[in-house]
């Protein structure tokens, strides 16, 4: 697959990276997740066939600048617009995976002009505890940096799909291998999607599918709450997946976002 690598500037001078596959409109726009980057995507992408495809890097993210001043909600959202806008590519398909899956959310309530369908996998209107986002925070200083493979750096993060995909995106510079993202930055980007927002969820119009997996990060209640009050669901579950079911339960996630694009 030929992706053409692209960037823009943000107002605050935040440059974000993105990568086009030419294709057949309506676009479809991914939007990977917390401490990821596109490139964990580019599969999700390439089964996607004749559809032009946009995988963005969100700021503080992969290709994108790595210490953003701003990290609200409000400049993850204004930067999506400004892509799918400079692209000329609206109305688009959006699709996000769960920070994703957030920024997604907001981005079709924000400007359901340029939305015809969202698909949210493993998303919610937000939350977290402050613990948690801590938590996060000191794993990702944990990391054993630099690494000097990416097999070490697999093997450290404790092997299986998601290791993989973190190991694969590093950065290789002259000492060895670094991740493509800053851990603080995380923590503050993770902190704004902590606040609810479900007035926002409650105004999207876009047909919307939400994906979840039986061994996410939901619970049961949570996620019965979250599709019970948007306007136009479908709902699937994923089994024997994980909250990064686009990497471990790959199959399944592929025929439910096929099927819901009405890609053949």
Known sequence: MTLDAREIRADDGTTIAYAVRDGAHPAVVILHGLAGSSREFVPT????????????????????????????RASFVSDVVRVIEAEGAAPVDLVGQSMGAHTAMLVASARPDLVRRLVLLEGNEGGGS?????ALGDFFRSWEVPFATRA????????????AAWAA??????DGFHPRFDADAMVATIRAVAEPRWDEWERVTAPTLVVYADGGMFTDAQKDAFVSRGRT????????????AHLDAFDQWIDALRDFLDVR
């Open 45 to 72: 992408a390439e089964a996607l066939s004749g559809r032009r495809v946009i995988l963005i890097d969100q700021r503080g993210h992969g290709g994108s600048t790595r210490l953003p001043a701003d990290t609200s």
């Open 130 to 134: 402050a613990a948690d986002h801590a």
């Open 233 to 244: 669901v479908t709902r699937t579950d994923l089994s024997g997946a994980s909250h990064d």
């Open 169 to 174: 995106d590093l950065e290789e510079r002259p």
């Open 152 to 163: 070490q750096a697999q093997a450290s993060l404790g092997g299986g799909p998601l290791a």
